[in-house]
């Protein structure tokens, strides 16, 4: 990862804050007796208020209001249910980020003193960006993203196996299973930015686990027009497999003009790249036959997983509307990690930032019943995430366009790859 550019970032992000005002205090006591919470910012001792810092428009409004959805139909069955410990609703208020960092630090600006706790905070360069305030509020948030950074970070609640360990177990499977080897032309084409760099730490680590060297490295800006040189670059450069790291505008692109090309080396994409629009798109073909997408979980619909048959059920009951879509369950798997520490603040008697810390750091681990790896959590500088991902290929016949190849393994180097804390 590149430092220098994560501490532009915030310092960048420094700047913005420093105009919206400091820290804000967490008002209220919150102490209460075990089980029985004092009213404080974000709880009046009946609701508790969770904020949703998402692009709910532009280009990746295409995850964010699934995932938003994710996060609504958890709370929403909780709800039916009593709520937190039976007896404390949940409401959401969210805020549409539309994944602008700087819009993101605005946005959470606005509903910090309205809220407990943000059980989502979608994209990498976002969390980055709100991360000194939510340092200095001493705020816990679930980030939407998954970079290893945010493992040991205090204040971040993360689900799921990480970007890096997604790119390694990638590259074992292209190299094992794949039809791929040591010497082949290994390349990877990435979003320009933190969450692009995740995705090349990961490479990176994979090639000196597994003695190959990447051929070529193309970076691109979000929102980029015309990827006909990055495509030219790599077919120039004879790459058998490329690695992408991107959002799904960008990536519609990037494959539809590597098709228009007759590029076509084996792809594997980052989770983030692929929605459910492609599969009845015009690449679908292409994506059929050359890409494999990392990700985690399993398909819509199997029911060999525990977990899916309750999913579904309660999108049925609470978003009929809801297409089946992957970035849904990654919200709905936030809401159940953010209960969990929320569950433990309640019985801990104390559901200021300060006892939401508390609770968070005193997790075992949780369980998502299949629908992602489970999670130890406990004090940061000790949590250990899933090392699992799951391979999909693209199936136009499935929900959500995406059939399961490898269901939620683990390489050897990814069991081995280490997480510290970012020297930001």
């Known amino acids: 990862m590149k430092r220098t550019r994560i501490a532009a970032a915030l310092a960048a992000a420094t700047l913005v804050l420093a105009a919206c005002g400091g820290a804000g205090d967490d008002e209220g006591g919150g102490g209460g007796q075990a089980g029985n919470p004092g009213a404080t910012t974000g709880f009046d001792g009946t609701t508790i208020k969770l904020g949703v810092l998402s692009p709910l428009s532009g280009p990746v409004a295409v995850i964010g209001q699934p995932l938003t959805s994710g996060n609504k139909v958890w709370f929403d069955a909780l709800n039916a249910r009593g709520g937190i410990a039976g007896k404390y609703k949940v409401e959401l208020v969210q805020e549409d980020t539309q994944y602008r960092p700087e819009v993101a630090v605005q946005q959470y600006n606005k509903v910090k003193g309205d809220v407990v706790a943000f059980t989502q905070l979608l994209g990498t360069p976002s969390t980055l960006a709100v991360l000194p305030q939510l340092r200095a509020d001493k705020m816990l948030a679930a980030p939407a993203s998954l970079d290893a950074l945010w493992v040991r970070e205090e204040n971040l609640l993360p689900v799921g196996g990480p970007y890096q360990v997604q790119s390694i177990n990638a590259m074992d499977h292209y190299l094992t299973e794949g039809g791929g080897t040591k010497d082949d032309r290994i390349c990877t084409m990435v979003q320009d930015d933190v969450y692009g760099e995740a995705g090349q730490a990961g490479i990176d680590f994979a090639a000196k686990s597994y003695g190959f060297t990447v051929a070529n490295t193309q970076r691109f800006k979000s929102g980029t ?182 269901y939620n393994f683990s390489s050897q180097a990814a069991q081995q790859y280490q997480f510290t804390k970012a020297n930001l």
């Open 225 to 406: 027009e015309n990827y006909a040189g990055q495509i030219g670059a790599l077919a120039g450069a004879g790459c058998q497999m490329v690695f992408l790291t991107a959002t799904p505008t960008d990536a519609a692109k990037i494959w539809g003009t590597a098709a228009q090309a007759r590029f076509a080396p084996k792809w594997y994409g980052q989770s983030p790249s692929y929605t459910s629009a492609f599969a009845k798109s015009a690449i679908a073909p292409y994506l059929q036959q050359y890409v494999t997408i990392v990700a985690e979980g399993t398909e819509w619909g199997d029911n060999s997983v525990p977990g899916m048959a309750d999913m579904v059920n309660r999108k049925n009951q609470f978003a009929p509307q809801q297409e089946p879509d992957y970035y849904f369950a990654f919200g709905y798997n936030q809401a159940r990690a953010m209960t969990a520490v929320l569950e433990k603040a309640v019985e801990l008697g104390d559901l200021s930032r300060d006892g939401i810390l508390k609770a968070s750091s005193e997790l075992g681990t949780v369980s998502f019943d299949g629908l992602t790896g489970d999670y130890k959590y406990g004090p940061a500088d000790t949590r250990n995430p899933p090392r699992s991902s799951t391979l999909f290929k693209v199936d136009p016949s499935k929900p959500f366009g995406l059939a399961t190849l490898k």
